[in-house]
């Protein structure tokens, strides 16, 4: 079994910073793309960030210049570094990866449960 858990939420001024990490743990045999996501109320889901298991990565357009993201793969971990923070970031934000849990059996998708973002003076 394979579970992704997210930490660092929480309730940060408008232009401030806040970390989001992720964790994966379970029955692993490799870690492929992992990604943040987030939804804020009343909106469908969205991606945030990706990173390749190369460490290659992209951006939503709203948060270039603003947002990084980051992976250890020994660690199995992934990092999103937000900096000047806009009350629009608001919103739940997840975590998802790609894994495969054995040799030759393919990958699939998991998704964290999610943790809160609040900008807000």
């Known amino acids: 079994q394979v579970q992704l858990v997210e930490f660092g939420g929480g309730l940060v001024q408008p232009g401030g910073s806040l970390t989001l990490s992720c964790a994966v743990s379970?029955?692993?045999?490799?870690?492929?793309?992992m990604g943040w996501y987030r939804q804020a109320p009343g909106k469908e889901r969205e991606s945030v960030a990706s990173?390749?298991?190369?460490?290659?990565?992209s951006y939503e357009d709203s948060v270039k210049g603003r947002f990084t993201i980051s992976r250890d793969n020994r660690k199995r971990t992934m990092n999103l570094q937000m900096d000047s923070l806009k009350p629009e970031d608001t919103a739940v934000y997840y975590c998802n990866a790609d894994v495969a849990v054995g040799y030759g059996l393919g990958h699939k998708n998991y998704w964290g449960q999610g943790t809160q973002v609040t900008v807000s003076s």
């Open positions: 990173i390749s298991e190369a460490g290659g990565t």
């Open positions: 379970g029955n692993i045999f490799f870690v492929y793309d």
